[in-house]
Antibody
Framework: QLQLQESGPGLVKPSETLSLTCNVS??????????WAWIRQPPGKGLEWIGT???????YYNPSLKSRVTISVDMSKNQFSLKLSSVTAADTAVYYC??????????????WGQGTLVSVSS | SSELTQDPAVSVALGQTVRITCQGD??????ASWYQQKPGQAPVLVIY???SRPSGIPDRFSGSNSGYTASLTITGAQAEDEADYYC????????????FGGGTKLTVL
């Protein structure tokens, strides 16, 4: 069964860059059937889609975050990554990586990592 | 960009049926998918497409769509169904952009 695992610093200083990696196991990130995504959830709030990447490197970003977000894929390591620049306290959230079907599961997010809490504080 | 609107909270008596709704223009074009999230856990997909359930999701969960509204119905709600539920779909103006509803807190009484 596919497993997704987020990793990265749990504390980032304001104005710095948040960097997270999602390791994909028991499945190939180079599958043409899926997209790979980052989603976040501020404490006590709802889910916010950050962006999505296809194995070809094509990316799609939330317009509200687009100027600060970069998502990349490393097929040799079967992982994908998130960089969010110029962070503020408003970026404090649990960050999830997830898989979304291209056509399978009607484009839903069918597999999620456990999430990692990133706090922005000096 | 598109928006999806959910009621913040809904309650249901144990064993009864509850409907959780999600409204948005994009739902006239795209199906919603539904996620269950329990405290401290990652979301879990419970309904996708017209009305499909991933393996392992009980058949008391079902989905439906009508115009601007998608619904998640739990028939015979159980105590373990108490959770937050989120709908998700695509932006009607750019189907590569994803949107989530604000979530509905379901309480099973």
């Amino acid at each position: 069964q596919l497993q997704l695992q987020e990793s990265g610093p749990g504390l980032v200083k304001p104005s710095e860059t948040l960097s997270l990696t999602c390791n994909v196991s028991s499945g190939s990130i180079s599958s043409s059937n899926y997209y790979w995504a980052w989603i976040r959830q501020p404490p006590g709030k709802g889910l916010e889609w950050i962006g999505t990447i296809y194995y070809t490197g094509t990316t799609y970003y939330n317009p509200s975050l687009k100027s600060r977000v970069t998502i990349s894929v490393d097929m040799s390591k079967n992982q994908f990554s998130l960089k969010l620049s110029s962070v503020t306290a408003a970026d404090t959230a649990v960050y999830y990586c997830a898989r979304r079907g291209l056509i399978l599961v009607a484009g839903a997010f069918d597999s999620w990592g456990q999430g990692t809490l990133v706090s922005v504080s000096s | 960009s598109s928006e999806l609107t959910q009621d913040p909270a809904v309650s249901v008596a144990l064993g009864q049926t509850v409907r959780i709704t999600c409204q948005g223009d994009t739902l006239r074009t795209y199906y919603a998918s539904w996620y269950q999230q329990k405290p401290g856990q990652a979301p879990v997909l419970v309904i996708y497409g017209k009305n499909s359930r991933p393996s392992g999701i009980p058949d008391r969960f079902s989905g439906s769509n009508s115009g601007y509204t998608a619904s998640l119905t739990i028939t015979g709600a159980q105590a373990e169904d108490e959770a937050d539920y989120y709908c998700h779909s695509r932006d009607s103006r750019d189907n590569h952009l994803m949107i989530f509803g604000g979530g509905t807190k379901l309480t099973v009484l």
